[in-house]
T-cell receptor
């Protein structure tokens, strides 16, 4: 069965510090990978996506993510966090074999301290 | 591009009444939309896949007769919560397929409170 694991429920970083949010998946096929961000009471905004090609992908707001097939991971990174990055981050995975549906991780809440 | 809207953004209704939530793709056509439910401090739970011109596909455990979905046009899908009860109170989010494979764009969500 498909599954997505975000092992960190909460993460707190200082403003200006680097950030890495972890995402691991369990799939039998080539996955399509996404990171979304959700501010309180809002919908989800797509940060970046990976389908194929270069395993390091750049997204909006200075975020990047690296696909590592050997580790079944797609971790999200940002070199310098801003207070406005405080939100909840969701990793999502899908495959064409399961139609167009995405499976979401449980989410990681990012807190930024000044 | 790829903007999705939802209406209303929040609604309060009395137990036993029905509530309709609209999901619109504003600048693109969406043959496939999705409806999710999100409880506080939890992830998104897919309720159903809405396909234009055909019946929705519901996930296991979701009551079809309670959560009626209609995808009558390429830009509009509606979710009707029938005979709502307090346990139906939740944050409902829709999304639409656009761009690359499996790429979903989300609406801002609808907060439903049933009293």
């Amino acid at each position: 069965a498909q599954s997505v694991t975000q092992p960190d429920i909460h993460i707190t970083v200082s403003e200006g510090a680097s950030l890495e949010l972890r995402c691991n998946y369990s799939y039998g096929a080539t996955p399509y990978l996404f990171w979304y961000v959700q501010s309180p009471g809002q919908g989800l905004q797509l940060l970046l996506k990976y389908f194929s090609g270069d395993t390091l992908v750049q997204g909006i707001k200075g975020f990047e993510a690296e696909f590592k097939r050997s580790q079944s991971s797609f971790n999200l990174r940002k070199p310098s966090v801003h207070w406005s990055d405080a939100a909840e981050y969701f990793c999502a995975v899908g495959t064409m074999e399961y139609g167009n549906k995405l499976v979401f991780g449980a989410g990681t809440i990012l807190r930024v301290k000044s | 591009g790829a903007v999705v809207s939802q209406h209303p953004s929040w609604v309060i209704c009395k137990s036993g009444t029905s509530v309709k939530i609209e999901c619109r793709s504003l600048d693109f056509q969406a043959t496939t939309m999705f409806w999710y439910r999100q409880f506080p401090k939890q992830s998104l739970m897919l309720m159903a896949t809405s396909n234009e011109g055909s019946k929705a596909t519901y996930e296991q455990g979701v009551e079809k007769d309670k959560f009626l979905i209609n995808h009558a046009s390429l830009t509009l899908s509606t979710l009707t919560v029938t005979s709502a009860h307090p346990e139906d109170s939740s944050f409902y989010i829709c999304s639409a397929l656009a761009g690359g494979p499996l790429e979903q764009y989300f609406g801002p969500g609808t907060r439903l409170t049933v009293t």
